[in-house]
């Protein structure tokens, strides 16, 4: 069976890829890094904005009444966050969703 597969896929690999088509070369790969390297770099010595992570931190940990929260990081409507993410408060600390970096604490009502 291994060997008809060996055999098989040259033409298959032909088939599929159009006439004279090249596949993405090494050069085009580097060059696109470069750019976004050089973009974020830009980006990060603009000190007058705040960083992402810094604005996501000065909005206070959300209270929740149960033991589990439920993001989905979108707080304007459906489709503008991310996977629903269920995030278990049994801690005393606040805990973090993974996707958007929202705090989320549980109230103790002892």
Known sequence: MATATRRLLPALLKTLA??????????KAVGAAAVVGSHTAKWMQDT?????????????????????????????GVGLGHPIEYICLDLEAPNVC????????QVHHH
């Open 18 to 27: 159009p006439t004279g088509a090249r596949g993405l070369s090494t050069e």
């Open 48 to 76: 007058s904005k705040k960083s992402p992570m810094e604005l996501i931190n000065e909005v206070p940990p959300i209270k929740v009444d149960g033991r589990i929260a439920v993001c989905e990081g979108a707080s304007e």
């Open 98 to 105: 993974k996707y958007c970096g929202l705090r989320y604490v």
